[in-house]
């Protein structure tokens, strides 16, 4: 990676206890306030923050593991992305790309058409988060097809508006007592290899065709969506051969295979996109998250016969591709061009997968270390079971941020630790955040 000159002082500095004082004093008023359905998982207020770390506003320098849940891959207050938000708000905040439009819209949608996987044409539409990224997708799926069903697969996220909600998972806390859902939402087996070793990925794949021509049948299905590795649901690579035989049986069947990259995207694995991997090309690709270094920004690119289908007015929204974002976006863009992040996520993977290997020979509550590029996690597990261990996950989490390292869990059972360093961290600063978590994981086994 090209050397970055921080503004930040890349250290782990603790000056109080965590949370502070400041910083429970923010939870007080918070409390009277915010409404208690919103949970933050990590108790300090944050007053700046930079590369690798998060200062809080009691003065605390943590060292970020989780980039805002894979938003801030560019670092989170990335100069060209600060400078090119200057300049746009300095002109215009906002027009409304369905009234009056603008370059920065289009420019996005040029380099997405560039950057997605495959060379065929393509159009993109611009949203503000990744739900309705989503559920657009669906839409577009739903019109270009004439067909209603929609299959998503066990551990999924998508996101928590209604229909993604239908798409999600996990009941608790993503769904349970906010239904009814949207109908004509079809879930199906996964591959899981640490749960399901015996199954390769392309039976994996028959078993999931299976279900969908039994239950579904292929002529009803508009779309399967998604997310080449599942984010919430606990960092779950697929075994080879499983996405490209669903996406190859899609093809063969007039289905729309939608991509859900807004977790994966934008060199979080080592490539633009978890697609090329395997080289799948998706007929729609869903993005959010890192695409605007943390400006509300998300986009479907899709081939141009399925998206070119819908009527105009069909698709948009008041802020889709506030110019802003937009400006932000393709500052972001340029930056992981200019310092090669997809090669620094791999250089990350290389570095952490092998430390979080050995220590999973050391201690045997480690079910499972897994991921790519910098995208990565540990599944915690009851020794000598697969049984899951959340209490440990937690404790593991919590461990880690008394430390001074901020740590996020996921999984459909709890038990994943997951690691989202921004790509702009530094090896020496990483290999500080490691030993935390060696040390984290070691002292609450
Ligand atoms: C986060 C996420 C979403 C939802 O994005 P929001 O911006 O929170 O609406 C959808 N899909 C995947 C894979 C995600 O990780």
Avoid at 64 to 81: H, K, R, Y
Avoid at 176 to 191: D, K, Q, W
Avoid at 324 to 343: F, G, H, K, S, V
Wanted: net charge negative; glycine share 10%.
């Amino acid at each position: 990676m090209t050397a970055i000159n921080y503004r930040l002082p890349q250290k782990r500095a603790l000056l109080t206890e965590l949370p502070g004082p400041k910083s429970r004093a923010l939870a007080e008023r918070r409390r009277a306030s915010v409404a208690a359905g919103v949970g933050s998982s990590v108790p300090v207020y944050t007053a700046d923050a930079d590369g690798g770390v998060i200062v809080d506003v009691d003065g605390n320098s943590l060292i970020d593991l989780g980039s805002g849940i894979a938003v801030t891959n560019v670092g989170a207050s990335d100069p060209a992305v600060v400078e090119a938000v200057r300049e746009q708000a300095g002109h215009f905040t906002h027009t409304c790309f369905m009234i009056t439009p603008y370059e920065g819209y289009v420019r996005v949608a040029e380099e997405l058409a560039a950057l997605t996987p495959g060379d065929h044409d393509k159009r993109t539409v611009l949203f503000n988060s990744g739900a309705e990224a989503v559920e657009n997708a669906i839409k577009v799926a739903r019109l270009a097809t004439g067909r209603m069903a929609v299959v998503a697969f066990d551990h999924a996220y998508h996101g928590r508006t209604n229909l993604t909600m239908a798409l999600t998972a996990k009941s608790m806390p993503y769904k349970l007592n906010f239904g009814p859902f949207a109908p004509e939402v079809y879930r199906m087996p996964m591959s899981y290899p640490y749960r399901d070793a015996q199954v390769t990925g392309e039976q994996a794949a028959r078993r999931a065709i299976g279900q969908i021509e039994k239950q579904v049948g292929a002529d009803s299905l508009a779309a399967i969506i998604i997310e080449p590795i599942q984010g919430e649901g606990g960092f779950i690579v697929p075994a080879t051969g499983f996405l490209p035989t669903l996406a190859a049986w899609a093809r063969e069947n007039g289905v729309v295979f939608i991509a859900d990259e807004v977790q994966t995207g934008f060199a979080r694995t080592g490539a633009w996109f978890a697609c090329e991997d395997e080289q799948i090309v998706p007929d729609i690709i869903t993005m959010a998250k890192g695409i605007a270094g943390g400006l509300p920004l998300s986009a479907i690119t899709g081939r141009a016969e399925l998206l070119d289908k819908v009527h105009a007015g069909g698709l948009g929204g008041t802020y889709g591709g506030n110019p802003i974002a937009c400006a932000a976006a393709l500052a972001a863009i340029d930056t992981i061009r200019e310092l090669d992040l997809p090669a620094r996520a791999r250089q990350i993977g290389d570095l952490v997968l092998p430390r979080l290997r050995r220590l999973a020979e050391e201690v045997p509550a480690i079910g499972d270390v897994r991921g790519r590029g910098a995208m990565i996690a540990m599944e915690f597990v009851k020794p000598g079971t697969d049984e899951p261990d959340p209490e440990l996950t937690k404790a593991v989490a919590a461990r880690a941020l008394e430390q001074g390292v901020i740590l996020l869990t996921c999984g459909t059972y709890g038990n994943v630790v997951r690691l989202l360093p921004p790509l702009v961290i530094g090896d020496e600063l990483l290999d500080e955040a490691l030993s935390v978590l060696e040390e984290a994981v070691r002292a609450s086994a």
